[in-house]
């Protein structure tokens, strides 16, 4: 579909993905863009530079994906919907009833609007960790549902709320699963943070980065900036009804992943390697590469930034943010 000219609300637009997905529809021809974010996770600082543009507004009565009538509000006079609103994998491990009335109940209370509102497209944040650990690689959208996490199991649960609501309404939506995200705007700091900031974070407190395992458990690292403009490819294509993986389908073992962050630090810290724990070994994916050609084909899209490109833009905005 066109976007020329349509207002677009982005749910948990002020997030990691968000902001992104907000700059990437600014850059383009839309309309209007309005932010719908708690900013539990979310932060304005992100949108600095997108709302100095006039199209660009923050949702002004806060924005929980938990609040019905809010969420209609917000709807009211918008002709698309990108859904990113989510808990985190680790942080729906240790509240996973959170999880359920976040991600699961929330993403239902976003269809139900959608439809109410008339809604013209839907583009839904889903993720890879639907997979699993991998049966093949790379793994194919008609790749198995293994996942054992609370995370994963929220996100299958949208994905057929999703089929669900096109069936029963037909409510125009495209899906999008995530390989491991990664740059600028994720969070650094938290208990719940990814990999490549714990591995940053150590060697900038010239600390030993650590490895669990022996290193060679494998995944698909994807920047955020090609992932922003997935959507906004997906926002603007003909494909209904259907998911797509969103990585570069490259390969990169966590020792692969550490070293290359040593060497663009320039660091000469040695990797301190850590056993699993009796049921991590078992718990944890150690393999996902997700296939890109299906995205590719119809969606139109390819990632641009490599892993090194990627990770030296991260550290770049790590030192520029102080």
Not at 212 to 224: R, T
Not at 306 to 322: A, C, E, V, Y
Request: charged content about 20%; some cysteine; hydrophobic content about 40%.
């Amino acid at each position: 579909m066109k976007i020329e000219g349509k207002t677009v609300l982005v749910i948990g637009g002020a997030g990691f993905i968000g902001s992104h997905v907000v700059a990437e529809l600014l850059a383009g021809a839309v309309g209007k863009v309005v932010v719908y974010d708690n900013f539990t996770r979310g932060k304005a600082e992100y949108l600095t530079a997108s709302l100095k543009d006039p199209r660009c507004f923050i949702f002004p009565n806060g924005g929980d994906i938990r609040d019905v009538d809010l969420l209609n509000d917000a709807m009211k006079e918008v002709d698309c919907v990108v859904h990113l609103a989510a808990m985190w994998l680790l942080h729906c491990k240790d509240y996973p009833r959170t999880a359920f009335h976040v991600n699961m109940e929330g993403t239902f209370n976003v269809l139900e609007a959608c439809v109410k509102n008339q809604v013209e497209r839907l583009v839904y944040s889903s993720s890879a960790s639907v997979y699993g650990d991998a049966v093949e690689v790379p793994m194919t959208e008609s790749h198995p549902f293994n996942n054992l996490n609370f995370y994963g199991a929220t996100k299958i649960a949208g994905e057929a709320m999703c089929r669900a609501f096109h069936d029963r309404y037909g409510l125009d939506y495209v899906g999008l699963r995530y390989m491991n995200v990664y740059g600028p705007h994720q969070d650094q700091t938290a208990a719940y943070t990814g990999v490549i900031p714990i591995m940053l974070n150590k060697i900038d407190a010239n600390e030993a980065p650590v490895i669990n395992g022996d290193g060679s458990q494998a995944y698909d690292f994807i920047d955020v900036t090609d992932v922003a403009r997935c959507n906004a490819l997906a926002l603007q294509s003909e494909a209904c009804d259907e998911f797509y993986n969103v990585g570069t389908g490259v390969q990169t073992s966590i020792k692969e992943l550490c070293d290359l962050i040593l060497e663009l630090k320039e660091s000469n810290l040695e990797v301190t390697y850590k056993p699993y724990g009796a049921d991590d070994a078992r718990r944890l994916v150690q393999n996902r590469i997700g296939c890109p050609q299906k995205a590719t084909q119809e969606l139109g899209f390819t990632y641009e930034n490599d892993l090194r490109t990627g990770l030296q833009n991260l550290i770049d905005w790590r030192d520029s943010s102080g």
